[in-house]
């Protein structure tokens, strides 16, 4: 429930990093909620874009024909923490972006600096936007996107931590294999030229391995306070 504080406070903008499965989306919401913050999960936009391309049949072998693409669908992002919405030319895709098919192919499409540009040039409007500051989550964002902003944290955590959260969000999905595809994800987001997954010099490191996710959100928002204070 968020405080008449939280309404006075001096807004501030919060960069969380990280590769998947170290809790990023689950302590992003709930420290946005807690501290009366909006909400950007960016790694959504870029499923989004990539659900667009595979529904409209781009060949997603061919960076070229991404590129051409990239600047057609018009994303847009509801950035309220409880209830999180993102629309694709007005079609409702919070579902259909979470498949298999879209995961399979998102890093491919998010490698094109074509994509990362038209997409960065949304995320970056939408933190500007956000009157009392923002929980923005993702890749690149301390690095890349946001390079300013107030506060900067790149969560972390084994592969063996992620892939038992990540098959337990997935509903009995192989850990083994899990493992496996967050590695090669990890590989394939941290080598890419353009904006890699990569710890900005001035971010916050939070090993979430042996941490509750109550306990990572109570991390978070110490430090969001604590920047809160000095501003």
């Avoid at 170290?22 to 950007?40: D, H, I, Q």
């Avoid at 998010?110 to 949304?122: F, N």
């Amino acid at each position: 429930m968020e405080t008449t504080a939280a309404r006075t406070a001096p807004a501030v903008i919060v960069a969380i990093d990280g590769p998947s499965g170290t809790g990023k989306s689950s302590t992003s919401k709930a420290v946005a909620a807690k501290l009366g913050l909006s909400y950007l999960d960016t790694g959504a936009q870029y499923r989004a874009i990539t659900w667009w391309m595979v529904t409209n049949g781009i060949d997603i072998t061919d960076p070229s024909s991404i590129a051409a693409a990239a600047g057609k669908p018009e994303i847009v992002s509801g950035t309220d923490p409880s209830a999180p919405t993102i629309t694709v030319d007005g079609t409702d895709v919070a579902g259909p972006i979470r498949t298999q098919e879209v995961t399979s192919k998102v890093s491919a499409v998010s490698a094109v600096p074509e994509v990362r540009a038209r997409i960065t040039e949304l995320q970056r409007s939408i933190a500007s936007a956000a009157e009392r500051g923002i929980v923005v989550e993702g890749r690149d964002i301390g690095t890349t996107v946001l390079p300013d902003a107030d506060l900067k944290i790149f969560l972390t955590a084994s592969p063996e931590a992620r892939a038992a959260r990540r098959s337990g969000e997935l509903k009995g999905a192989d850990v083994n294999a899990t493992r496996e595809a967050l590695i090669k994800r990890d590989a394939a987001d941290s080598s890419r030229k353009t904006s890699p997954l990569a710890k900005a010099d001035d971010a916050v490191e939070v090993d979430t391995s042996d941490l509750t996710l109550q306990q990572v959100i109570e991390c978070v928002v110490t430090l969001v306070e604590g920047k809160r204070a000095t501003k």
